[in-house]
């Protein structure tokens, strides 16, 4: 994926798991990626859990502002069932989102600590080879 000043843009999610709710949370956690990858604009997804602090993080990893709009739009029953078994405690957005998600987001940071870094500099080496599931490399 090329990188310019303003793309990609990754976010990373931590929530607290609502108490009782690891199973269900999982759950709603796997639908959520699934219908992703299927019919949403992110080039990664990824959910993490700690369970024994009772939080879980995810990280997307979005081509440039307009795919997280699209994302948003047409994700909202997922993302909402995921919601029902935790509460964001914070979101670190990591690039340059333009005005308009920017604004999006410190509607946001009303409501939860939100945090934007500014790219400096880097790449993105995704295409081609896929991942085991013990986190190497694959092949393509």
Known sequence: MPSTSDAPVLFHNTMRVREGHWADFRLAAE????????????????????????RAHSFQLYADSESIRTHWRISSD????VMEHCSVERLDVY???????????AAFGRDLPVSIHPRIAGFTRLGGAGWTEQGRPGPA
């Open 31 to 54: 639908r959520a990626v699934r219908f992703t990858e299927e019919h949403a604009p992110q080039v990664m997804v990824e959910f993490f859990s700690d369970e024994e602090n009772m």
């Open 78 to 81: 997922h993302i909402g069932g």
């Open 95 to 105: 690039g340059r989102p333009d005005a308009g998600v920017a604004a999006s987001l």
